[in-house]
């Protein structure tokens, strides 16, 4: 017996409203809309010592526009938002759709692997994009006088610190001003870019590829220091692609090719305008930009912006966490939905704070945004790379494109990318470890919880009764039925849970109707079907419960739906058992004890089950088991 629901993506078929374009527009694009703060300026720092050439300002410039066509424009707009998993994207469900055309379990292991690196790669970018953001906004105060100077450093912790402070409230309320706030920036992005584009249209010459390709010859090897601080302009094209479950396609490449391409180009160009008629202008040439009338209200609305595209990330992360922990690379965390409509709108406090010490750490280390500059791309160009090998697996095998158009579309994106990283690689001794340090932590705690999993489930399996051979021995057993509804939680529905077991024997009693639960976490973010129950023996039954990678299991609420399959489920008459194991060593251990440490700390600090599956604590019974690993 089972019940199917089928799940469409409430963005498939939602049309093209104002308020929804507004949504997109402030949720989606915060990020790349607030790099025309710092990326020209950093681009061009590294050649500002012997004072900057026309060629240099108009190669860069090129640069950074043909990166935002080809990085954000062909590649996710037009191509990765192909690849979607049932309307959801992101790496983790590029990942989860590229293991299904994988060939053989090593190729799935290492689709997963490169699935599992981007995920931790985002980590990273998370932990500096409201840094380098907020700072850079709040940095317009030097311009204005440089007696603001000092206060850089405390408004800039003020604001990150009342943001991630606020996030237990849930993001429905400050959304609704996301939209009209975002607009306003990238019309104010607009209007100063163009203002300035007026008075030296020499600037558009730099719309032609010839001088990208110039600048190149003419330094290089170290164009590639370049590409290094360009790659800031095309920061949060990942958003494009991993927002795309919440608002559709359609809308997301409608509102980057009519409003986002055309205010960032504008304004670049109009910070690369300022430049060549004065070369001074580089000491900030956003803020510049703009009249002395309107920079402190600037300061405010690029501030505003930043905390925008700061949430968006934030919000990202609660995201891609619960991903991880539904597909089993984290153990269970603390999930608080802040909305009763809203299934994506979480709140997860160990991401949160972990994500504020991160921040502040950085703010207080790098002091301003030119520094965090060094560190920030090496996080975003290696998910890049990772999202580029996932799509080019999935265009060839489910697409069914040809070697020919793979290598024609695909590979030269690639290279793209791996210039992008490569280019990074060189900022490493001045900071760029740093996102390369927290990717690779988040890499070995995901790889170790998956690792110290499987052989859990292995010894689980070595050592626990099959089903079936208890079920055909229970009739002889002579076992006393007592009234009641007893909830066996387990994660091998094959298998006998010791939690029965240990309730024989000590009990010696089985209740009159048994449940043996099992949770399935599925690759698809919407499970097709929720309930599958099977009738094994009088009174018991086995019901598997499945749920897509964005969704929240409810035991209590999905067992009182079984009375449809005839099933009476009395929550008041219900007692749930659950194993609680204990990790020691094996005599022959099939992990490090370096891992199996760090597996044992990550088990002991995971969310309790009671909570995660939001089991009555009051209605539980746990008894303890030795695992050995």
């Given at each position: 017996m089972a019940v199917s629901k089928e799940s469409t993506p409430p963005s498939a078929s939602r049309p093209l409203t104002p308020a929804l374009l507004l949504g997109v527009l402030g949720v989606v694009y915060g990020d790349i809309g607030t790099s025309p703060l710092y990326a020209l300026r950093a681009s061009l720092l590294h050649f500002a010592a012997d004072g900057l050439e026309r060629w240099e300002i108009l190669g860069v410039l090129s640069l950074i526009f043909w990166s935002l066509v080809l990085v954000v424009t062909v590649k996710y707009v037009l191509l990765v938002m192909r690849a979607d998993n049932r309307g959801e994207g992101g790496i983790l469900a590029l990942m989860a759709l590229a293991q299904r055309v994988g060939r053989g379990e090593r190729g799935r292991q290492l689709i997963m692997l490169v699935g599992i690196a981007g995920a931790a790669l985002f980590f990273g970018d998370g932990t500096i994009t409201p840094a380098i953001s907020v700072l850079s906004a709040v940095e317009g105060l030097k311009v204005i006088s440089p007696a603001f100077s000092d206060l850089v450093i405390?408004?800039?912790?003020?604001?990150?610190?009342?943001?991630?402070?606020?996030?237990?409230?849930?993001?429905?309320?400050?959304?609704?001003?996301?939209?009209?706030?975002?607009?306003?920036?990238?019309?104010?992005?607009?209007?100063?870019?163009?203002?300035?584009i007026v008075r030296e249209p020499v600037v558009l010459l730099a719309l032609s590829p010839h001088y990208a390709?110039?600048?190149c010859i003419r330094y290089h090897l170290a164009a590639f220091v370049a590409l290094g601080s360009v790659v800031l302009a095309v920061t949060g094209a990942e958003a494009l692609y991993a927002d795309m479950g919440h608002f559709g396609r359609r809308p997301i490449q409608l509102v980057w090719l009519v409003a986002v391409l055309p205010a960032l180009t504008l304004n670049y160009f109009g910070q690369g305008?300022?430049?060549?008629?004065?070369?001074?202008?580089?000491?900030?040439p956003f803020y510049l930009l703009a009249p002395h009338w309107f920079r402190l209200p600037l300061v405010v609305l690029a501030t505003c912006a930043t905390i925008i595209a700061s949430q968006a990330m934030i919000s990202g992360a609660f995201s891609i966490a619960r991903q991880c922990v539904q597909l089993g690379?984290?153990?269970?965390?603390?999930?608080?939905?802040?909305?009763?409509?809203?299934?994506?709108?979480?709140?997860?406090?160990?991401?949160?704070?972990?994500?504020?010490?991160?921040?502040?750490?950085?703010?207080?280390?790098?002091?301003?945004?030119?520094?965090?500059?060094?560190?920030?791309?090496?996080?975003?160009?290696?998910?890049?790379?990772?999202?580029?090998?996932?799509?080019?697996?999935?265009?060839?095998?489910q697409f069914g494109w040809s070697r020919p158009a793979v290598a024609a579309v695909v590979v030269p994106l690639f290279l793209l990318d791996a210039a992008f990283f490569i280019s990074n690689v060189l900022k490493v001794p001045d900071g760029g470890w740093v996102p390369l340090l927290l990717g690779s932590v988040m890499f070995v705690l995901m790889l170790t919880w998956r690792r110290g999993r499987e052989l859990l489930f292995a010894r689980f399996r070595q050592d626990s009764l099959p089903l079936k051979s208890f079920l055909a021995r229970l009739p002889q057993s002579r076992t006393i039925r007592v009234p009641g509804i007893a909830v066996f939680m387990t994660g091998q529905a094959d298998y006998v849970p010791n939690a029965l077991l240990?309730?024989?024997?000590?009990?010696?009693?089985?209740?009159?109707?048994?449940?043996?639960?099992?949770?399935?976490?599925?690759?698809?973010?919407?499970?097709?079907?929720?309930?599958?129950?099977?009738?094994?023996?009088p009174g018991i039954h086995r019901v598997m419960l499945r749920y897509g990678f964005q969704e929240s299991p409810n035991i209590p609420r999905e067992l009182e739906a079984l009375r449809e399959y005839g099933i009476e489920f009395e929550p008041m008459q219900a007692s749930y058992f659950l194993g609680r194991e204990t990790l020691v060593a094996a005599a022959a251990p099939k992990m490090a004890?370096?891992?199996?440490?760090?597996?044992?700390?990550?088990?002991?600090?995971?969310?309790?089950?009671?909570?995660?599956?939001?089991?009555?604590?009051?209605?539980?019974?746990?008894?303890?088991?030795?695992?050995?690993?």
């Open positions: 405390p408004i800039s912790l003020g604001v990150l610190l009342a943001l991630f402070l606020v996030q237990y409230k849930g993001t429905h309320s400050i959304g609704r001003v996301f939209g009209p706030v975002t607009a306003l920036w990238f019309l104010s992005l607009a209007i100063l870019g163009l203002v300035e390709i110039e600048f305008a300022l430049l060549l008629a004065d070369r001074a202008a580089l000491e900030n690379f984290l153990p269970r965390l603390v999930v608080c939905h802040t909305s009763e409509t809203e299934e994506g709108q979480i709140y997860m406090p160990q991401i949160n704070f972990a994500l504020l010490a991160g921040v502040i750490i950085l703010v207080l280390a790098f002091q301003d945004s030119d520094s965090l500059a060094a560190a920030y791309g090496l996080a975003v160009t290696g998910t890049f790379l990772c999202t580029s090998t996932l799509a080019g697996l999935i265009f060839r095998r240990h309730n024989l024997k000590h009990n010696k009693v089985l209740h009159e109707r048994v449940l043996f639960v099992t949770v399935e976490n599925t690759d698809v973010p919407l499970a097709p079907q929720r309930r599958e129950v099977t009738e094994l023996a004890t370096w891992r199996q440490w760090l597996f044992s700390v990550m088990s002991r600090n995971a969310m309790p089950a009671t909570e995660f599956f939001r089991i009555p604590s009051d209605r539980v019974v746990e008894l303890g088991v030795r695992v050995a690993i």
